[in-house]
């Protein structure tokens, strides 16, 4: 389940206010940033609805009501003004802040996506990664170090990091989820095929890449026997 807040003083009031989206909605948004960036960068200066519903295949009525949730709405005949539109966006969806992980697992997967400049640009900032492979241990990837596994709490207070990027084998992907609750850690990125099990006060967002390639081959399968 995945659970953002959002604190913002609303218009009207003084008191800050916790906003919970509903996931569908929450899921959607990064799809109209990543086309307004497109729009931005072409220096254009306005969209409607209609146009990003046009190019990203979604309801217009759709998209205003989502917008409308994080109160962004649009000028009539005019529409969303784009670089408006990315601000907020990137910020609402907390892009334009740094959030700090680790990497747990840093094998073929993990150390790929401690590679990846890109998430950098989305604000997050991987500052270490951890294995029990000892030729992988006190060794650096892309800068970044890796640690023992057994010093993954101790870390944790010195990098004062809440977020856990999972990409360990499936065997140990439930041990690997109790040292970094153990640790202090807040939220779980989980790229494993297990569902690791947290108490209710760990967020935790499961990201299979096996289950992507299931649904694909099924797809692919009933659109050959048609």
Same mark, same amino acid.
């Not at 948004?29 to 072409?42: E, K």
């Not at 890796?146 to 990098?159: G, T, Y």
């Given at each position: 389940?995945?659970?953002?807040?959002?604190?913002? =003083?609303?218009? &009207? &009031?003084?008191?800050?206010? =916790?906003?919970?989206?509903?996931?569908?909605?929450?899921?959607?948004?990064?799809?109209?940033?990543?086309?307004?960036? @497109?729009?931005?960068?072409?220096?254009?200066?306005?969209?409607?609805?209609?146009?990003?519903?046009?190019?990203?295949?979604?309801?217009? +009525?759709?998209?205003?009501?989502?917008?409308?949730?994080?109160?962004?709405?649009? =000028?009539?005949?005019?529409?969303?003004?784009? +670089?408006?539109?990315? +601000?907020?966006?990137? &910020?609402?969806?907390?892009?334009?802040?740094?959030?700090?992980?680790?990497?747990? *697992? /840093?094998?073929?997967?993990?150390?790929?996506?401690?590679? &990846?400049?890109?998430?950098?640009?989305? *604000?997050?900032?991987?500052?270490?990664?951890?294995?029990?492979?000892?030729?992988?241990? *006190?060794?650096?990837?892309?800068?970044?170090?890796?640690?023992?596994?057994?010093?993954?709490?101790?870390?944790?207070?010195?990098?004062?990091?809440?977020?856990?990027? @999972?990409?360990?084998? /499936?065997?140990?992907?439930?041990?690997?989820?109790?040292?970094?609750?153990?640790?202090?850690?807040?939220?779980?990125?989980?790229?494993?095929?297990?569902?690791?099990?947290?108490?209710?006060?760990? /967020?935790?967002?499961?990201?299979?890449?096996?289950?992507?390639?299931?649904?694909?081959?099924?797809?692919?399968?009933?659109?050959?026997? =048609?």
């Amino acid at each position: 389940m995945a659970i953002v807040f959002n604190e913002r =003083k609303m218009p &009207d &009031d003084k008191n800050i206010t =916790k906003l919970i989206l509903p996931e569908p909605t929450l899921r959607r948004l990064p799809w109209y940033l990543a086309y307004v960036n @497109l729009l931005h960068s072409q220096n254009v200066e306005y969209v409607s609805s209609t146009q990003i519903s046009n190019e990203i295949n979604v309801d217009a +009525s759709q998209i205003a009501k989502d917008l409308s949730f994080i109160n962004i709405k649009g =000028k009539t005949r005019i529409g969303y003004e784009v +670089s408006q539109l990315v +601000s907020e966006l990137a &910020d609402f969806l907390g892009f334009t802040s740094e959030h700090r992980a680790f990497m747990i *697992g /840093v094998g073929s997967l993990g150390g790929a996506l401690m590679q &990846d400049s890109g998430l950098s640009q989305y *604000g997050l900032n991987i500052v270490a990664g951890f294995d029990v492979n000892p030729q992988l241990i *006190g060794t650096s990837i892309c800068g970044v170090p890796v640690f023992s596994m057994d010093e993954l709490a101790a870390r944790q207070k010195e990098f004062a990091t809440e977020i856990a990027v @999972l990409a360990v084998p /499936v065997e140990h992907a439930q041990d690997a989820t109790d040292k970094i609750i153990a640790g202090g850690m807040k939220a779980i990125w989980n790229f494993t095929p297990f569902r690791i099990k947290a108490g209710d006060d760990i /967020v935790i967002q499961n990201t299979s890449i096996y289950a992507h390639l299931a649904l694909i081959y099924n797809r692919m399968e009933a659109q050959n026997n =048609k």
